[in-house]
């Protein structure tokens, strides 16, 4: 049998279609910027984050050392495609929050907290915020791939 390397699977996969986007595109509610971000993050939730994630969103971007010019950040109740999010939105990196590869409706399988390449651009997904305030390990792994994303070991 011939292994093929993860970035090879995904790139197979890429132009796909297997997952039927709805009629209603959440990417609809996303705004459309001219900038370059160079994370976007993407958070399952309402407009406004409880306090206690945003503070732990808030460790997460001191800790990267970014600006707060080079993030975008973006609360939705239902995912937009991951197609309809990149053709509004410049960015290099995506963290996503309690949505999944399927509810972005990507054609690829990775567990949370693993790091992969999409169309050029790397991806993380996590579990919610609200579970990674409740579980170190959980924080511990997002950190670990967070660190190889951006080069800080």
Same mark, same amino acid.
């Given at each position: 049998?011939?292994?093929?390397?993860?970035?090879?699977?995904?790139?197979? #996969?890429? @132009?796909?279609?297997?997952?039927?986007?709805?009629? =209603?595109?959440?990417?609809?509610?996303?705004?459309?910027? !001219? %900038? +370059?971000?160079? &994370?976007? *993050?993407?958070?399952?939730?309402?407009?406004?984050?409880?306090?206690?994630?945003?503070?732990?969103?808030? %460790? *997460?971007? @001191?800790?990267? %050392?970014? +600006?707060? !010019?080079? /993030?975008? %950040?973006? @609360? =939705?109740? $239902?995912?937009?495609?991951?197609?309809? /999010?990149?053709?509004? *939105?410049?960015?290099?990196?995506?963290?996503? #929050?309690?949505?999944? !590869?399927?509810? &972005?409706?990507?054609?690829?399988?990775?567990?949370?907290?693993?790091?992969?390449?999409?169309?050029?651009? +790397? *991806? /993380?997904?996590?579990?919610?915020?609200?579970? &990674?305030?409740? @579980? $170190?390990?959980?924080?511990?792994?997002?950190?670990?791939?967070? !660190? &190889?994303?951006?080069?800080?070991?």
């Amino acid at each position: 049998m011939i292994k093929l390397p993860e970035e090879a699977l995904v790139q197979l #996969f890429k @132009n796909e279609k297997i997952y039927v986007v709805p009629e =209603l595109d959440a990417s609809a509610f996303l705004p459309v910027t !001219q %900038k +370059k971000y160079q &994370l976007l *993050i993407l958070c399952n939730g309402e407009k406004e984050l409880p306090a206690e994630e945003q503070t732990q969103l808030n %460790k *997460i971007i @001191n800790a990267l %050392k970014l +600006k707060e !010019q080079d /993030i975008l %950040k973006i @609360n =939705l109740p $239902a995912s937009p495609p991951f197609h309809g /999010i990149a053709q509004k *939105i410049d960015f290099e990196n995506l963290l996503v #929050f309690g949505f999944t !590869q399927c509810e &972005l409706a990507l054609n690829v399988t990775s567990p949370v907290f693993h790091l992969f390449t999409f169309s050029g651009k +790397k *991806i /993380i997904f996590s579990e919610s915020l609200g579970t &990674l305030i409740e @579980n $170190a390990d959980a924080r511990k792994m997002l950190w670990k791939q967070l !660190q &190889l994303m951006f080069g800080l070991s």
